[in-house]
């Protein structure tokens, strides 16, 4: 029997892109609010099951585990009906792996001092492929979607300049599991805007 429990919030995009991985995989799960925003990550029982204090973390039965690329790749090894998500296929996967890692060491961690670099790799370079690491649709398209969807936030990405990002982005709105990240997203805007952040030049 599947026994996941996933620990997050909303409004962070690693959560999002778990929960869009979970959705396409149609696994239930439990969902535990951990509300960063009230530091919720640091009380003593979170900080007993993850010392790091990140959401999203998973439990699956006894296994215990963070970070959002780790976890989706053990989603899709664990529990998909194929290797879509997550191929197999040896180039297939270092290309995966190398958009998962971009997101984790560039998009997210260097979300604004490297915003030029992530429009310019993801906008002038995409390639005619439908997804973000060829032309099927993988657990790296939706890490990156979480992370770009909520930095429009900071930064308008002009349809003309980049139209294939802007059209994959739109295509990833179109899928169903893109629910499981909307609203988050909406919230993080919302709260970046409340804040009122800029970039600067
Ligand atoms: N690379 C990690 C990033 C996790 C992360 O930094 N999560 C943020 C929320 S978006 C967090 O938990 N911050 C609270 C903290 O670090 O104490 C992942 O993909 O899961």
């Given at each position: 029997m599947v026994n996941l429990t996933l620990y997050g919030l909303d409004p962070s995009p690693p959560t999002r892109a778990v929960k869009m991985?979970?959705?396409?995989?149609?696994?239930?799960?439990?969902?535990?609010?951990?509300?960063?925003l009230k530091a919720e990550q640091l009380s003593p029982a979170y900080l007993q099951k993850n010392p790091q204090h990140t959401v999203p973390m998973l439990e699956d039965g006894p296994a215990r585990f963070w970070d959002s690329h780790?976890?989706?790749?053990?989603?899709?090894?664990?529990?998909?009906?194929?290797?879509?998500?997550?191929?197999k296929n040896f180039y297939k996967r270092a290309?995966?792996?190398?958009?998962?890692?971009?997101?984790?060491?560039?998009?997210f961690a260097h979300a604004l001092i490297s915003i030029t670099r992530m429009v310019l790799?993801?906008?002038?370079?995409?390639?005619?492929?439908?997804?973000?690491?060829?032309d099927q649709?993988?657990?790296?398209?939706?890490?990156?979607?979480?992370?770009?969807?909520?930095?429009?936030a900071y930064v308008?990405?002009?349809?003309?300049?980049?139209?294939?990002?802007?059209?994959?982005?739109?295509r990833m709105e179109q899928l169903p599991v893109y629910a499981e990240n909307a609203e988050g997203a909406r919230l993080f805007i919302a709260s970046v805007k409340k804040a009122k952040f800029t970039v600067a030049e």
């Open positions: 991985t979970l959705a396409a995989l149609q696994l239930a799960y439990k969902y535990v609010n951990v509300n960063v780790a976890i989706m790749a053990y989603l899709v090894r664990k529990y998909a009906k194929d290797d879509a998500l997550y191929p290309l995966v792996d190398q958009r998962l890692h971009f997101e984790s060491g560039v998009v790799f993801l906008g002038q370079t995409k390639e005619d492929h439908e997804y973000i690491a060829g649709l993988t657990i790296a398209d939706f890490s990156l979607i979480s992370s770009i969807s909520s930095m429009v308008e990405i002009d349809p003309v300049k980049y139209p294939k990002l802007r059209a994959w982005m739109r």
